[in-house]
């Protein structure tokens, strides 16, 4: 709880831009999935980074912690207050500082989201590429290192994010990276707080890496006879050194849910949806090649769609996956999980888990970003049932042991947040400590985003 002068010191700072409102209270304090905890004290939202800072200060002062919020779209719980204290959301913090053309660069402050990058951008004839699928801040997608459909060829938030700025615990502000496109001065600052989930420093600001507006682009979809068949083309398509943009899977029970919820009308099979980008020329010569291998792996009704339309019908049905498969079991909620493999063990730990959910008896569709070996698990409960919940976890707990025993890990691009901190000592051993370590020495009390990612 925050005391009396806590709180007059705080109102001091922000104004009528804190809230201790049971509904702003609320807003902040749920998830997407069935991850939860308890509401936060306050919500501020500043303007400035010097506005942070300043809270920082005040945030030692007092011993209050600090939680960053973006757009609230995660789904490990990574920005819910689980030991009280104040939400920063950046919301207010959201404009394009500056764009570089000539350097693909253009830094930007952490509350814009991706398609308001792109909205500003259109006319430059550059995009920034990462695509989570949810319209995410930049700011909440660098802390959680996402990725999403893009990543097979423009790679994930790692990748892609150049320098940043970060407001530590003490209330200093540094600076990490720079224009240069290669560095070899020191240590990595900027791949330390990419995907630190705030729980070393506020990030106040981002200098992100562009690319080209691709000059044509082409979408197709296929029906494929069973879920092996379609990984198995995926494995058979990276191997033979194929880029394409998008490589995405959806299992039986995905598309169905996509018909109901999109008005498609797809074949009610494991489908793969493909995208590539490029010159028209070597476009063609990719596509003819995907063509004759997806035909050699059973594919049926390999439909390409060239017109934007028809292609963002396709993605944006895609995108609204997650709420399809919520829509298809009324009433229910979603334990939501992720898991990434070596993409030669992809189809081992797809079928597996496939058969892994259909002997638990909730329902469990599979999609996912296939390309580089990372799939979902939408686990649909029925909230009010115990046991279905223990159900859904224990799955998820098994795709986390399956993805460590295939060499890979157990998250892609969903993160830790307090979801999968339980299974960090599996994956991480005594790296995990080293973790707890450098939170230690950059926030020596705890403060930034208590019960995430790090042992307690």
């Not at 998830?31 to 939860?36: A, I, N, P, T």
């Not at 959680?144 to 994010?161: E, P, Q």
């Not at 506020?202 to 879920?227: D, Y």
């Not at 649909?380 to 799955?395: M, R």
Request: net charge negative; hydrophobic share 45%; aromatic share 4%.
């Amino acid at each position: 709880m925050l005391t009396d002068p806590a709180l007059a010191d705080l109102r001091a700072l922000f104004g009528d831009r804190l809230s201790t409102q049971g509904p702003v209270l609320a807003e902040h304090g749920q998830s997407e999935s069935l991850v939860s905890a308890g509401l936060p004290d306050a919500v501020v939202f500043p303007r400035a980074t010097d506005e942070v800072a300043a809270l920082a200060r005040w945030s030692t002062t007092h011993r209050v912690p600090l939680i960053g919020w973006g757009a609230g779209t995660s789904l490990e719980g990574h920005a819910l207050a689980v030991a009280g204290g104040v939400v920063v959301d950046f919301r207010n913090m959201a404009a394009v500082l500056e764009i570089r053309a000539e350097d693909r660069l253009v830094r930007v402050q952490p509350g814009i989201t991706r398609e308001a990058l792109n909205v500003e951008l259109r006319t430059t004839g550059l995009m920034f590429p990462v695509d989570p699928g949810a319209n995410a801040s930049l700011g909440g997608m660098a802390a959680t290192r996402a990725s999403g459909t893009t990543a097979v060829r423009y790679g994930t938030m790692r990748d892609n994010v150049r320098g940043l700025e970060v407001v530590l615990a003490s209330g200093e502000v540094i600076r990490t990276g720079t224009g240069a496109p290669k560095s070899s001065a020191g240590y990595d600052l900027t791949a330390l707080f990419v995907g630190s989930e705030g729980t070393l420093g506020l990030i106040t600001e981002l200098t992100l890496k562009l690319h080209g507006q691709p000059e044509a682009v082409m979408t197709a979809v296929a029906a494929f006879p069973s879920v092996g068949a379609a990984v198995d083309c995926v494995i058979a398509t990276m191997q033979m050194g194929l880029t394409p943009a998008r490589i995405e899977f959806l299992d039986t029970d995905t598309v169905t849910a996509c018909n109901a919820y999109s008005r498609l009308s797809l074949p009610p099979a494991p489908q793969l949806l493909v995208e590539f980008h490029g010159h028209p020329a070597g476009l063609a010569e990719d596509v003819d090649r995907f063509r004759t291998l997806a035909a050699d792996f059973g594919a049926e009704g390999l439909d390409w769609a060239e017109r934007p339309e028809d292609r963002t019908r396709l993605w944006a049905a895609r995108h609204s996956a997650y709420r399809a498969i919520l829509a298809s079991r009324p009433g229910a909620k979603a334990v939501v999980t992720d898991v990434c493999v070596p993409i030669s063990r992809l189809a081992e730990a797809v079928e597996e888990t496939r058969a892994d959910i259909a002997a638990s008896g909730i329902p469990g569709p599979i999609l996912g970003h296939v390309g580089d070996g990372n799939f979902h698990a939408i686990l649909l409960v029925d909230p009010a049932s115990d046991a279905e919940i223990a159900t859904a976890k224990a799955l998820a707990g098994r795709m986390a042991d399956r993805a460590l025993r295939l060499g890979g890990t157990i998250t892609g691009e969903h993160g830790v947040g307090f979801g999968k901190r339980p299974y960090m000592q599996a994956e991480h051993g005594e790296g995990w400590a080293v973790m707890g370590a450098l939170k230690r020495a950059l926030d020596p009390l705890g403060l930034m985003n208590p019960g995430k990612v790090i042992p307690d």
